[in-house]
Nanobody, 126 residues
Framework: QVQLVESGGGLVQAGGSLRLSCETS????????MGWFRQAPGKEREFVAA????????YYADSVKGRFTISRDNAGNTGYLQMNSLKPDDTAVYYC???????????????????WGQGTQVTVSS
């Protein structure tokens, strides 16, 4: 199985930046689609960003486009979500996810992913 561990969350003021990391255990992201989702208190988990299995195709939620950047290292051992110009609305638990390539229309869907990390808390103060 693919094991994922997120890190890099914390408390930051509005306008600040954080970089989240997602490390694999035993496998790499090469050949897998990587996604980031988030869940705010009292809300359902929502799509944030995804990186295609080839490491080039990117997908972003409109709410983060232009502020967040998804990437991974060359070996695919670690994925990243660079978050800039953070807003209080970005406060949530952020989850890393992965899946084997499939229909691209499902890249935005939580149920389209097979593997999940435990999440890391991001809190943005106003």
């Amino acid at each position: 199985q693919v094991q994922l561990v997120e890190s890099g969350g914390g408390l930051v003021q509005a306008g600040g930046s954080l970089r989240l990391s997602c490390e694999t255990s035993g496998r790499t992201f090469v050949g897998y689609t990587m996604g980031w989702f988030r869940q705010a208190p009292g809300k359902e988990r929502e799509f944030v960003a995804a990186l295609g299995w080839n490491g080039r195709s990117t997908y972003y939620a409109d709410s983060v486009k232009g502020r967040f950047t998804i990437s991974r290292d060359n070996a695919g051992n670690t994925g990243y979500l660079q978050m800039n110009s953070l807003k209080p609305d970005d406060t949530a638990v952020y989850y890393c996810a992965a899946r084997r390539p499939k229909d691209a229309t499902t890249v935005y869907q939580e149920r389209g992913y097979d593997y999940w990390g435990q999440g890391t808390q991001v809190t943005v103060s106003s």
